[in-house]
């Protein structure tokens, strides 16, 4: 018996802000940043408090391999 | 069209990290063969999925040190920049009379082009069907975005009927410039390719179907069966004046009406 | 033809088979061509020769594809070869322009025949300004080398070969369809085997190295500029050391005569064996690299001369190189046959007798 949980890191700098993530992920994880960095793009960001489930939708298709998913899983401990 | 393949969908040989009682396993990240750099293709263009799919599918099937790439002149021009394999360039169009050579030379390399619809299909189309009907032992990855994104957006071959392009403002008329040119159906008529296909990466399902067919592809060559040429239909989100999503929901619901999905043969299969 | 030339042996070829015996003794291994008069004898040889001495042959869907299919060999660090003739060299022009972009050694031959256009297939020496000005698009320039006989057809096709890997260019046999056509005794076993240089540049897959890649593309200015100086600097070195020609007759000569090819062969029959006295002593300058053209020499002899005569199938092309080597020194004088004509030892005796006695 584990207790796992999926970790999203945008690459932010291969980011484009195409959004294409964010339309495929089904659990709203992923949002448009409102402010440009400093590049001028708008770039995909990660919500803290929507847990993500691990379906690889928004790397899959992401166009700039800007997208790295990890899965962790912790020992219940007894 | 064949399923895509199993398991995680991105095919990767996951990586395993102990952190304290933690245990971290990678499910994606960037295949190694892309070098670290930002691409300069336009935000939602297929070119950079099809060049995660093809560094990822060299690494899988172990060839990156015998690959050896043809770049065409189109936006795909820099693809040398990108992935980290043996590259040369070609002129316009000529990349599969370069891939003849390098291939005749060195069978036993894996020789491929990567060619949009303007290089391929236009000014390249003699060296396209000859390469294909010698059954040169190569793999052509022919992007088909129905525009000439790197000239800023002219007509192409594959332009759809009525679609506004700068050379076509109020709309493609075939009376005057003909119909979208259909390539794997015109290859379909030549005895020796061995796997023609159509596929697009407008959706995750989309992408990991181009995937299976890519890397079908290379083992084709790899297993010296011949020439085999995978179609991407890809959004060119600029010049087709939409956003990104706009541009894959377009390829899903009009762009596969005049260029429809799937297998168009696969001689492994049959035989 | 024999395959196996023994010792000593002398074989009786065109000058179309000499050029694809020497390609393949001097380690040519791949070779792309499409059908065209009159040079399709040497298409046929390697057809018939180059997989049977480990080669690859190919008949190409168009003379575009034939230059491309080079370039890749080349790229893929083999010696490469395509021939045509006039028609078909300018439509290599595109790929042999990438190849000097991507520093692609290379053997092209063009056996020349008449136009513009369509033309016809006689022989002529139209493509002057196309093999010695580059041809193509940008600022480079291609070794041209110019037989005049069937052994010279051989030996310089080997040598094209070293110096397409010594300088990592294209090199141009100018040949034309009189030397490609006729046939003369042909001694080959003279040949070394070949000695390519090494091509670390290649591309082989990169199992303990680093990838290669080949381009023209440099985008930033100062890139390109510093690339075409690095042209410059090798064509300065090619100037330098690669000049090859050809003085027949008296030291004391007081006219000259200046031709390459074909025109140069009926000028020598002057100096040698005219068919009549002439009252002043003739000596024949031939250049044998049409670029480097030999300059120095010719202004060297031009000090001395009462004049030139450049004979040319052409309407004078390489004459404006004469004028330039001579700058003066001497009056220069042309004589120009087109359309596939020859210009006959009677004519040439007859417009020297006019211009000089």
Known sequence: MSDKRFEVTILTHFCKGCGLCVEFCPEGKLYIEQKPDMRGIQAAAVRADVDCTGCLQCATICPDAAIEIVRVEAPVST | MRSGNAGNGMGKKTTTKRTESEVKRVLYERPRALLDVHTHYCAGCGHGTMHRLLAEVLEELGVLEQAIGVAPVGCAVLAYDYVDIDWTEAAHGRAPAVATGLKRVHPDKVVFTYQGDGDLASIGMAETIHAANRGENITVIFINNAIYGMTQGQMAPTTLIGQKTKTTPRGRDPETTG?????????????????????????PKHVR???????????CQMENVGYSLIEVLSPCPTYWHMTPMEAYHFIEQTVTDSFPLGVIRDVKDRA | MDSEQPEGKVALVSGNEAAGEAAIRAGCRFYAGYPITPQNELTAYIADQLPLRGGVFIQAE?????INMVFGASAAGTRAMTSSSSPGISLKQEGISYMVGCELPAVIINVQRAGPGLGNISPAQGD???ATRGGGH??????????FSVQEVCDLTYLAFDLADAYRTPVILLADGMIGQMMEPVRFD?????SPTPRPWALTGTPGRKRNVIKSLRLPPEELEAFNLKLQDVYAT????????EVTGPDDAEVLLAAYGTSARICRQIVERPLRQLPFKVALFRPITLWPFPTAKLAELAEKARGILVVEMS????????RMAVAGRCPIELLARMGGNIPSAAEITEKLITLFA
């Open chain 2, 179 to 203: 119909y979208p040119l259909k390539v794997c159906e015109l290859l379909d008529q030549l005895v020796a390719p061995v796997l023609l296909a159509r596929t697009t990466v407008v959706t």
């Open chain 3, 62 to 66: 168009s003379e575009l594809a034939a």
């Open chain 3, 128 to 130: 002057y300004y196309q």
């Open chain 3, 315 to 322: 309407a004078g092309q390489m004459v404006d190189d004469v």
């Open chain 3, 190 to 194: 003279h040949l070394p085997a070949p």
């Open chain 3, 238 to 245: 090619i100037e330098q050391r690669e000049v090859r020609l």
């Open chain 3, 138 to 147: 940008g600022d480079y320039r291609c070794i041209s080398l110019a037989p």
């Open chain 2, 209 to 219: 179907q181009t995937k299976a067919l890519l890397k079908k592809a290379f083992q």
